[in-house]
């Protein structure tokens, strides 16, 4: 998810990568193309949309300190603003392989000169996602790009995407944030309790974004009394989570937003799901003897409510994409009902995932804190007096298993294990009767 920003004094904690951009944006001399570089959510993406937009804007900015901005009220910058800007292609696709029917996508759209601006922006976020087939085809655009061509891509890291893509783009680092340094930010944004930053921060997952995400949200967590009504609770928002999501589809009349209301809906932590979330994966993290029934049934149980969400969703769709294939070319068309329908389908997976992430995050605490026993270094500090008190409970070599086996779930995942099954081993792993 990304937080749009109008100016580089509003790229926080990442004050060289601003610099790196805004000498180019002065020198107007620009490569091809950039690799931005850097643990996820801490404002690639932001960035990129920035730097696109600075340089579509008709008249930039600069403040005394030197930071650019965009002008804000420009027609460029007004479209950049509501996403529809016609020289700016964003390819986001954080969990799915990208592959080469995009390349020659992108490989038509560069081509094609740009309509309103100087510049034909290609936005491609994660590069490590290109699949060989595709990266290959994107380094024969790169050599071919027309002059007006500008590719931001964005990874992990330089060695995240195959060394000649690597070699022809200029890479821009940027930094990570410590969990301390996000907290702070929150207090002083917000205006919020030591405590609540850090409340906030363990919701967002320790990442930049996805913090500010649950802060702009208003977000608490209480601790939970037990591991039946946490994960009552849990599949509860579960259930009105689609319940919201269909009706949200269902009032869309244009084809075109509904990959931007899916993206919404599904990338960013939104105000059923996340708390329910981290209360259940806490109440596993401390109860360490489950009856053994518990796993099957709680996975039972979860398959079911996704696989009548996706339903609804799907259902909710279906007349607004009959009315779309009388207009929309039909390659087009493919192109857009596939990636839907494979978000949609992709649903509960990810939210398998994302309790096993929420998860490894409070076994990693345990084992940091009886490490270190040092607080600040803790994810889940709102929740130390626990974590501070596994280790009494638990060895550190349970906490290692355990923590292996939410990574192993997650890599099941990867390896299109079925769901059903990837959960209902994690859960009997790691609260199972003691190894
Ligand atoms: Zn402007």
Redesign the pocket.
């Known amino acids: 998810m990304t937080v749009k920003i109008k100016s580089f004094s509003e790229l926080l904690f990442q004050k060289e990568a601003a610099e790196h951009l805004s000498r180019s944006l002065n020198q107007k001399s620009f490569p091809s193309c950039y690799l931005f570089t850097g643990t996820e959510s801490c404002g690639k993406v932001a960035a990129a949309e920035l730097f696109a937009g600075i340089l579509q804007?008709?008249?930039p900015k600069t403040d005394v300190e030197g930071n650019m901005s965009?002008?804000?009220?420009?027609d460029?910058?007004r479209r950049m603003q509501r996403n529809s800007h016609p020289d700016v292609e964003k390819i986001f696709s954080p969990d799915r392989e990208i592959r080469v029917a995009k390349a020659r996508f992108i490989r038509d759209a560069a081509m094609i000169a740009p309509i309103l601006s100087r510049y034909k922006i290609f936005i491609l976020d994660p590069a490590q996602n290109l699949n060989q087939e595709a990266s290959n085809a994107l380094l024969k655009i790169l050599e071919e790009a027309p002059s007006y061509v500008i590719f931001i891509l964005t990874a992990y890291d330089k060695t995240s995407v195959l060394p000649t893509v690597a070699s022809r783009a200029e890479i821009v680092q940027f930094n990570s944030p410590s969990y301390q340094e996000i907290r702070e930010l929150l207090q002083n944004i917000y205006k919020l309790s030591s405590n609540s930053a850090a409340d906030i921060c363990s919701l967002g997952e320790g990442r930049l974004g996805r913090s500010l995400a649950c802060a702009e949200e208003d977000f608490s967590i209480d601790k939970v009394d037990g591991i039946s009504r946490a994960h009552a609770e849990y599949l509860l928002a579960l259930e009105q989570f689609f319940i919201f999501a269909s009706d949200e589809l269902q009032e869309l009349r244009n084809l075109d937003l509904i990959a931007e209301t899916l993206r919404r809906l599904f990338d960013r932590p939104n105000n059923l799901l996340e708390p329910a979330r981290k209360k259940f994966a806490f109440s596993l993290f401390v109860a360490n003897m489950l009856p053994l029934s518990f796993a099957p049934l709680f996975a039972d149980e979860f398959m079911a409510i996704a696989q009548s969400g996706q339903f609804s969703m799907n259902k909710a769709l279906k007349s607004l994409m009959d009315e779309a294939a009388k207009s929309y070319p039909s390659a087009l068309l493919k192109e857009i009902k596939e990636d839907i329908e494979f978000r949609i389908d992709r649903f509960g997976i990810g939210e398998i995932k994302r309790l096993a992430h929420v998860l490894a995050g409070f076994y990693s605490d345990s084992i940091i804190y009886s490490a270190s026993e040092d607080e600040d270094l803790l994810l889940n500090k709102n929740f130390k007096e626990d974590i501070i008190k596994m280790p009494q409970y638990e060895s550190f070599v349970l906490s290692e298993f355990k923590l292996e086996a939410t990574e192993n779930c997650l890599l099941m995942l990867e390896r299109n294990v079925q769901p059903v099954l990837a959960l209902e081993n994690l859960i009997t792993q790691i609260g199972g009767p003691a190894v």
């Not at 965009?70 to 420009?74: H, L, N, R, W, Y």
């Open positions: 804007c008709l008249e965009m002008c804000g009220i420009c460029s910058c």
